[in-house]
């Protein structure tokens, strides 16, 4: 009915109830189906949205993009065109950066989002001092350690306290 | 400075390609280049779909460090897709490609009875 697009299944992150639902379980354990065919559990309140991307999808997605930045180049009307520096859509803006040696980070912000060059660059100094400067890293795989995770945390908090600092002086 | 435009019918098929100030061919034939833009536009809706935090959304343009491309689709799937310098604004080509759409392709394209929509 209102507001629920068919194709978005009841996932991680959505809820019964106002409780978030995990798979087709509720956090209880019980089946999802079980509490919507029970008669006494209605009224109900049941909440959709587009499901957390999974980790196979996220690699699905990197991949197309990916290509998406290489057929960008190939059919540039310039020479020597880079691939996809940044992206608009309706919703929100895509930067990308790619480094010499051909890794790619990419961000996806809104509109009103400033220096996200910048961002990206520190992210980039992130990635080569707690990544690959980590002995038990191996090249190519997810990434996994810890160090990064913090600081990539410390960086977000930081963009985001500035973006609060300047909405409320400019507004 | 405007580099080429290309319009595609909703099959995918290129119905116009216009060249001005290109300097780089792709390497490819003519058919090969216009499937690979439309192929590459066919992937990108559904990655914006899936990675944009609304309901739904339409990509409008990219940058690459030396052209932009930017596409106008119509309620009918019609898509014109121009690329030129980075620093043109989207206000102006989303009004260069909307005029191109209603003064030029609806009335001579569309409204001609000669011309197949298919070719």
Redesign the interface.
């Known amino acids: 009915s209102s507001g629920i697009n068919a194709e978005w299944p009841l996932r991680p992150g959505m809820s019964i109830n106002k409780a978030p639902v995990n798979g087709t379980f509720t956090r209880s354990g019980q089946p999802i189906m079980e509490v919507v065919n029970d008669p006494k559990a209605y009224p109900l309140t049941v909440s959709f949205g587009r499901g957390k991307i999974g980790a196979n999808e996220k690699l699905m997605l990197a991949s197309t993009f990916h290509s998406l930045y290489a057929i960008s180049s190939k059919i540039s009307p310039v020479e020597k065109s880079s691939g996809i520096r940044m992206m608009e859509t309706d919703e929100f803006v895509l930067h990308c950066f790619q480094t010499i040696t051909g890794v790619k980070f990419f961000i996806i912000v809104d509109h009103k989002q400033t220096a996200c060059e910048p961002l990206l660059h520190r992210i980039y100094q992130l990635y080569t001092d707690y990544v690959l400067k980590n002995p038990f890293y191996l090249i190519d795989m997810p990434i996994r350690c810890e160090l990064f995770d913090q600081n990539m945390k410390k960086i977000i908090d930081q963009v985001e306290r500035a973006n609060v600092y300047n909405s409320a002086t400019l507004s | 400075m405007i580099?080429?435009l290309y319009i595609f019918n909703p099959d995918g098929q290129c119905l116009y390609y216009g060249?001005w100030?290109?300097?780089?061919a792709?390497?490819l034939s003519s058919d090969e280049?216009y499937k690979?833009?439309y192929?590459?536009l066919y992937?990108?809706k559904p990655?914006?779909t899936?990675?944009?935090?609304?309901?739904s959304?339409?990509?409008?343009?990219?940058?690459?460090?030396?052209?932009k491309?930017t596409m106008y689709e119509t309620q009918s799937g019609t898509k014109f897709v121009i690329?030129t310098a980075t620093d043109w604004s989207?206000n102006v080509i989303n009004n260069i490609l909307h005029t191109l759409y209603k003064d030029v392709f609806v009335e001579f394209a569309v409204k001609n009875p000669m011309m197949s929509l298919s070719e």
């Open positions: 580099y080429n060249e100030n290109r300097t780089k792709s390497g280049e690979l833009v192929g590459m992937s990108l990655f914006v899936r990675l944009s935090p609304a309901t959304d339409s990509f409008r343009y990219f940058k690459t460090d030396k052209y491309l690329n989207s």
